[in-house]
């Protein structure tokens, strides 16, 4: 019999009937293996990769509530509407060391000054005695929509959210619009360029900015105009699926490689579709996370100069992470997830 703690003793061939085999010698026990080699600290001019997944976690990870609009039912809502493009334009693929456009800016003359955007708001007071708003913009023929708010002054304590036909709303707090205009006037943008906020890409032709102010609030603290906004021609997930010219069939570098085929599923994930607007124009383009020879998880984004290039396009990037093809050599076939 064999186990834990047993010994396998063998039958040896030969020797008499009459003579018993001696009984086998034990066998030594097997010398203990040298502990691993600590790995070598990774070079100052290096970049290492960190897989998240593999980290200790203290706790369990929190997930995040859920953001819901505060505005009742059945309260008004005030209506900005745009037409058509004057000419409607399809995006064309981008030019080799450009980022791909997919939206243009539009002037939203209604609601260009606080002044006008407040004859819009038609504030409700909900039982905590905080006072909500909202307007819906229309750009006939989006496919998506970003505002450009101007927060000229926003009360403290003050919520921004942004909704579209998807029904998901994306929160903006006062004190994350003051950290915002504090890192844009650091890095030197002034007056109106250092207020501009712009809100995430709502699917379809609507987006609504609604807000809400503290109970004791007065609602002419509030300073807030939208300019302007950028009408998406199509969405991300959309231009991932324009197909592409026969010339260029083929000819992707050989640096490019499908991270669903071999080992490169810790690099994917690093990996993230960027949106940006300028000047009202949004645009697309990609960019990776890197880690630090301290695995500090200060989250440094890696993209080329020719996608982002300004703290203008850097304050309102958004990045989708996870576009990619369900398996190697197939197409995209999971949503990608925003984050902004």
């Known amino acids: ?17 009459d003579e018993p085999a001696p009984a086998p010698a034990p066998a030594p026990a097997p010398a203990p293996a040298p502990a691993p080699a600590p790995a070598p600290a990774p070079g100052g001019d290096r970049i290492e990769p960190l897989d998240t997944a593999t980290l200790p976690r203290s706790t369990p990870a929190k997930t995040a509530a859920a953001v819901a609009s505060r505005l009742p039912a059945g309260a008004a ?33 209604a609601t260009a000054t606080t002044a006008e955007l ?10 905590d005695g905080s006072r909500v708003a909202a307007v819906a913009f229309t750009a006939e023929g989006a496919k998506a929509v970003r505002l450009g708010v101007l927060a000229q002054a926003v009360p403290e304590g003050a919520v921004l959210r942004f909704y579209g036909a998807s029904g998901e709303v994306v929160e903006m707090t006062a004190a994350e619009l003051s950290a915002l205009r504090q890192a844009n006037e650091s890095a030197g943008l002034k007056a109106d360029a250092a207020r501009m906020v712009w809100g995430p890409d709502t699917p379809g032709a609507v987006s609504t900015l609604e807000v809400q102010l503290p109970a004791g609030v007065a609602t002419d603290q509030l300073q807030l105009a939208v300019p302007q906004l950028s009408h998406l021609t199509q969405t991300v997930a959309q231009a991932m699926e324009q197909p592409k010219d026969v010339d260029e069939i083929g000819n992707a ?12 599923q810790t690099e994917g994930r690093a990996v993230a579709k960027m949106v940006f607007t300028e ?37 309102n990037l958004i990045t989708y992470w996870f576009f990619r093809a369900e398996s190697c050599g197939s197409a995209p076939g999971s949503t990608p997830t925003p984050c902004a």
């Open 279 to 315: 000047g009202g124009r949004t645009l697309l383009c990609t960019g990776t996370l890197l880690n630090d020879t301290r695995n500090s998880l200060t989250p440094y984004f890696l993209t080329a100069a020719h996608c982002i290039s300004s703290q203008e396009a850097a304050s």
């Open 1 to 17: 019999m064999d186990g834990p703690g047993r010994l396998l003793a063998l039958a040896a061939c030969g020797g008499s009937d």
């Open 118 to 127: 407040a004859r819009h708001l038609r504030w409700a007071t909900l039982t």
């Open 77 to 109: 809502v005030g209506q900005v509407a745009l037409g058509p493009l004057a000419a409607a334009k399809s995006a064309a693929p981008a030019a080799k060391g450009t980022a791909l456009q997919i939206g243009e800016g539009r002037d939203v003359r």
């Open 253 to 264: 570098g050989s640096c490019n490689v499908d991270v669903m085929c071999g080992s490169y």
